[in-house]
Nanobody
Framework: QVQLIESGGGLVQAGGSLRLSCAASGRTFGNYQLGWFRQAPGKGRDFVAG??????YYADSVKGRFTISRDNAKNTVYLQMSSLKPEDTAVYYC??????????????????WGQGTQVTVSS
């Protein structure tokens, strides 16, 4: 089992940047596929970015603006967000899985979640 703790959210103006971090417990962090999802009020939990090994995946809405990376020595995954837009406002969640069945972009395939961190982008 793995426990996840997100940090780095906050309030930023449109066009600004934030970096989210997700620190994980556990000795086999490198074996996990990790994902960032976000949930706006009244909406579902949507895929933002994922990383399997060193291979990143992105939702079309964030390609070219967000970068996911991981540091296995620190058991941490990052989401660097740039050129932020008001529509990026949401609670951002970090998810982890070590069973690679099903799509990496579906939140239902991730059994482990952090508590979430709020990102608010003002216009």
């Amino acid at each position: 089992q793995v426990q996840l703790i997100e940090s780095g959210g906050g309030l930023v103006q449109a066009g600004g940047s934030l970096r989210l971090s997700c620190a994980a417990s556990g000795r086999t962090f490198g074996n996990y596929q990790l994902g960032w999802f976000r949930q706006a009020p009244g909406k579902g939990r949507d895929f933002v970015a994922g990383i399997s090994g060193d291979r990143p995946y992105y939702a079309d809405s964030v390609k070219g603006r967000f970068t996911i990376s991981r540091d296995n020595a620190k058991n941490t995954v990052y989401l660097q967000m740039s050129s932020l837009k008001p529509e990026d406002t949401a609670v951002y969640y970090c998810g982890a899985r070590n069973n690679y069945g099903g799509s990496y972009s579906s939140s239902t395939n991730y059994p482990y979640w952090g508590q979430g961190t709020q990102v608010t982008v003002s216009s």
